[in-house]
């Protein structure tokens, strides 16, 4: 008889840690989504087209995904607060760099330095957390790194238009600077360094992904500009067809691969990976629409339209509260479920807004798409991220961050070119050049020729646009919920998992009761 595994020590800091974490990852989230508040002034200042908006967003998300893994793979090896602590320079360096651009290649390349830089930070704050943290406190530790991922998203843009209340745009990147130094501080004096095995980096593997995931979204962004059947369009998505497979075929033959191919053999983890990046689809081109929405429709400052945000602030710290109650009281299947539906039904109200509808039933959407991210995320995160060994935890963390990336990526280059696609269509006939291709643009010309036509028909296309592309969020929703339904419904409650464990340890002639991870029937 052997006698019970041994509990590990916990960190005696580990809450301290935590908030380090999670103030390292305010730095990533809220300029993410600050951008969103200044896109109206860049248009302005800059003449931006729709397109050089796309790829102010898409370059920093394109780098980001597409160096995730690696990250990943390089933390787990050299060390975890190490990789966290590049993060934060390079983050803040970008950002320095990015608050003094003079045109829009210059803003582009800066954006793609910061996702450099985030590649390494974001999953290592959640790898970090992971392997400080035991399986008890997992879950309420993630609830607390996802509620602080929300708020800072959501948050951003309040702050964002505060700064550009009072200052250029560029502050919305030079605020990065000063969080970013009282971070990497903080995370030298009380984080503790960690590392996995010392695999080699699969650097084939990470070109191979870098290549499918910009081809990808480069093929999206030209689509809208191009044509989907032009020559440019249909190569970019040969190459990441072709990518995609060979980084599959690859993967499953490598001796130490970036994605370990045969998690997806794990039917949970599969159905979690799914339902993460259809969350990232649902929501990632939602936001962008809405803070335009909230500016050129309602004719909102930048700094009124982030506070106008706050519904969906307090609605996810409130449903993120929530998620771990009804994680024990009616299972994380049903839980994730409730969640995503509530994501679903947001997108459904703010499909039927209209021009002269006002603010509340924008509120009631925010109220909704906030509550079903709370509910919904940190459960999604912890599941994926449950199946995962914990001497994995870097490159599994940086898996997580992969899949919602892809699909806030695929969001912005889907969904924005819809919205783009729609939106000119929904122009009346005759209305050529800059006005058919932007509503800020189009409003632009009306009022400098006092056109009140010309500004009522943008607004209307525009709020079409809104609706299909709401319509399209709100599909992708329910499909991520029906995932979860089915997929994991051998999920036990928390509680019966505590009460299992309670159990085995009540037993100490037992062999140690361990949840397989990879296990292709489960």
């Known amino acids: 008889m052997s006698s019970p595994a041994p509990v590990p020590e916990l960190n005696p800091r580990r809450w301290w840690i935590l908030g380090v974490l999670c103030l390292s990852l305010l730095v990533v989230v809220v300029d993410t989504n ?65 608050a003094y651009a003079t045109g829009p290649g210059q803003l582009i390349a800066a954006r793609a330095g910061m996702g450099v830089g985030a590649a390494f930070l974001m999953p290592g704050t959640l790898s970090i957390l992971i392997t400080v943290f035991g399986e008890e406190e997992r879950k309420k530790a993630i609830a607390i790194w996802s509620a602080v991922l929300i708020l800072g998203a959501l948050g951003g843009p309040t702050l964002g238009g505060a700064l550009l209340h009072r200052f250029w745009w560029g502050s919305v990147f030079l605020i990065n600077v000063p969080i970013a ?42 689509g809208a500009r191009d044509g989907w059947s032009s020559a440019p369009v249909l190569a970019g998505f040969a190459v990441a067809l072709a990518a995609l497979v060979a980084f599959a075929i690859w993967e499953s033959r490598c001796t130490y691969p970036l994605m370990p191919m045969q998690l997806f053999r794990d039917r949970i983890f599969t159905g979690s990976s799914v ?35 706050a519904p969906m602030v307090v609605a996810s710290i409130v449903g993120n509260g929530l998620s771990v109650a009804l994680d024990q009281r ?106 058919r291709r932007s509503i800020g643009d189009a409003l632009t010309i009306a009022a400098s020729r006092n056109d009140a036509g010309l500004a009522s028909a943008a607004k209307e296309a525009f709020l079409s646009a809104l609706s299909v592309t709401a319509l399209v969020g709100a599909g992708s929703s329910l499909i991520a919920a029906v995932t979860a339904l089915l997929v994991l419904r051998s999920l036990p409650k928390a509680s019966e998992q505590a009460r299992t464990r309670t159990e085995a340890q009540e037993q100490p002639q037992a062999e140690p009761v361990r949840e397989p991870v990879l296990d292709a029937s489960a």
């Open 34 to 98: 600050v951008l969103n508040v200044a896109i109206p002034t860049l248009i302005r200042d800059f003449h931006a087209s729709s397109t050089d908006i796309q790829w102010f967003l898409d370059a920093y998300t394109i780098v980001f995904a597409g160096l995730l893994l690696t990250a990943g793979v390089l933390s787990d090896r050299h060390g975890r607060r190490l990789g966290l602590l590049i993060g934060l320079v390079l983050f803040g360096g970008a950002s320095l760099a990015a």
């Open 181 to 222: 130094l009282l971070s990497i501080l903080a995370a030298v004096l009380i984080i503790p360094e960690s590392r996995g095995p010392a695999n080699r980096p699969d650097l084939l593997g990470a070109a191979l992904s870098m290549v499918a995931m910009t081809s990808l979204i480069w093929g999206i962004i030209t």
């Open 275 to 309: 339902s993460v990046i259809l969350i990232g689809f649902a929501t990632g081109g939602i936001l962008l629409a809405l803070t335009q929405q909230l500016q050129f429709i309602l004719g909102y400052s930048p700094l009124r339209a982030g506070v106008a945000l």
């Open 330 to 435: 009616i299972g994380t299947r049903l839980a994730i479920t409730t969640g995503l539906g509530s994501i679903a039904l947001g997108c459904a109200v703010l499909a039927s807004v209209g021009q002269g509808d006002g603010y509340l039933p924008i509120a009631i959407a925010l109220a909704l798409l906030g509550a079903g991210s709370g509910i919904g995320g940190p459960l999604v995160y912890a599941t994926l991220l449950g199946r995962l060994p914990q001497e994995k935890a870097g490159v599994g963390s940086a898996l997580n961050d992969t899949i919602l990336q892809t699909g806030q990526a695929l969001s912005i280059g889907v969904l924005g070119t819809l919205l783009t696609e729609v939106y000119g269509r929904s122009m009346p006939d005759g209305t050529v050049g800059a006005a």
